[in-house]
């Protein structure tokens, strides 16, 4: 008699799937692929690992971080952009990648707008002007100082032309009117490796991805890009303080998937994502690396999309008003 029931079961089961063609468009029942474009580590690795662990308990399917890194977070990127658009390949995306990117990179392979169904905001998180401990100054006045002086002689790191870390330190470098040798790297994770050993003298990365290392000392924090100090590093002196006013960058991560991802399949990856971001211990998690979350309403896929609109206008104004040069 079992193996009848089961029979029926299981009849019965295809029956509904089949007469709910929602049901089982949106129920993902293969695992998720959440692509990171920069190296492991870094802050879009973090707070991809952080909401993939409660999306995936809410959605019933592993969420697993893919770190597809290389040419300043494109290749991931692009990847994500053409998958299958089912719901099971997704990119954590920042205000680099889908914003600053279009004004900074002369060819990008692909249109934050076009290319993808967003799907949410996660967090903003400011970003922080980092130096290497070997440099000998150790507030802002004296770092800017030190690299007016020394502008020939210096290099600093970023995760690639167009990423959040490359427009902070390129806004940074042309307030102070310098041209300073970039290293790119796979990601800010590299960076601060690179900082610690002491191969580079200054880089910029989110505080997400290099607060730890700041408040453990092993990496110098020169200035958090906002108007007041951050609750998660009180003692981080702002780029006003230091006497830099207009060095104002703020970060964002979101997710999104690839454009054609039907609409019921998005909703429920975003009501995880929501989910995720509701649970005190994924905000607190995120609140720690200095991320500010943003309001439901803004987590939304429409709010990102208006997001993303406004974010490309307002860092291709920035860029061209700082005559910060968009690479060949
Ligand atoms: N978010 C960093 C950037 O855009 C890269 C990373 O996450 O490693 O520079």
């Not at 002369?106 to 707008?113: G, K």
């Not at 007041?228 to 006497?243: C, H, I, M, N, Y």
């Amino acid at each position: 008699m079992a193996p009848v029931r089961l029979m029926i079961g299981f009849a019965l089961a295809a029956t509904s799937l089949l007469s709910n063609p929602v049901a089982a468009q949106t129920a993902p029942s293969r695992p998720i692929t959440l692509i990171v474009p920069f190296a492991a580590g870094g802050p879009t690795d973090v707070i991809g690992r952080i909401v993939a662990d409660s999306m995936s308990r809410t959605l019933g399917v592993a969420v697993v971080v893919e770190n597809v890194a290389g040419n300043s977070g494109v290749t991931g990127v692009t990847r994500a952009a053409r998958a299958t658009p089912d719901g099971t390949t997704l990119v954590v995306g920042n205000m680099g990648t889908h914003a600053a990117a279009v004004s900074l990179q002369a060819n990008l392979p692909y249109d934050p707008l076009r290319d993808f169904a967003p799907v949410g905001l996660i967090a903003s998180t400011p970003m922080l002007l980092l130096a290497s401990p070997r440099v000998p100054a150790r507030d802002l006045p004296a770092f800017i100082a030190h690299v007016k002086a020394n502008a020939n002689r210096l290099n600093f790191g970023t995760a690639g032309v167009g990423t959040t870390s490359h427009l902070a330190c390129a806004m940074f470098n042309a307030l102070i009117g310098v041209e300073v040798t970039h290293i790119p790297y796979r990601g800010t994770a590299p960076v601060l490796n690179a900082l610690i050993s002491g191969e580079i003298d200054y880089g910029c990365d989110q505080t997400a991805g290099a607060l730890p290392q700041v408040l453990a000392g092993t990496v110098r924090g020169l200035a958090i890009a906002t108007r007041t100090r951050t609750p998660a590093a009180p003692d981080l002196p702002t780029s006003v303080e230091g006497g830099l006013p207009d060095f104002q960058a703020t970060a964002w991560n979101a997710l999104f998937a690839p454009r054609g991802t039907s609409p019921e399949v998005v909703a429920r990856l975003a009501a995880a994502l929501q989910t995720a971001l509701a649970d005190p211990a994924v905000s607190a998690r995120l609140t720690q690396l200095g991320a500010e979350l943003p309001a439901p309403a803004d987590r939304e896929p429409a709010a990102l999309t208006a997001l993303v609109r406004s974010e490309i206008d307002k860092w291709g104004g920035i860029i061209r008003e700082a005559g910060i040069a968009p690479a060949p």
